[in-house]
């Protein structure tokens, strides 16, 4: 299922509509998944 919409959503961001008719660019790239940071180390607290 969330395969579907997935491949459904990267279908109307490459056509940039959502609605019947010719494709249209996009004004902005348009980034679905983000990359997730990696954890940075943290500094240890003075007690």
Known sequence: ????LEAL???LV???RSTPGRPQA???PI???KP???PTA??????
Not at 1 to 4: G, R
Not at 42 to 47: E, H, L, T
């Open 14 to 16: 490459d056509q940039g």
């Open 26 to 28: 996009n004004a902005v």
């Open 36 to 38: 997730i940071p990696a």
């Open 9 to 11: 959503l990267q279908r």
């Open 1 to 4: 299922m969330v395969a579907e």
């Open 42 to 47: 943290k500094a240890k607290r003075k007690s």
């Open 31 to 33: 980034v679905l998944r």
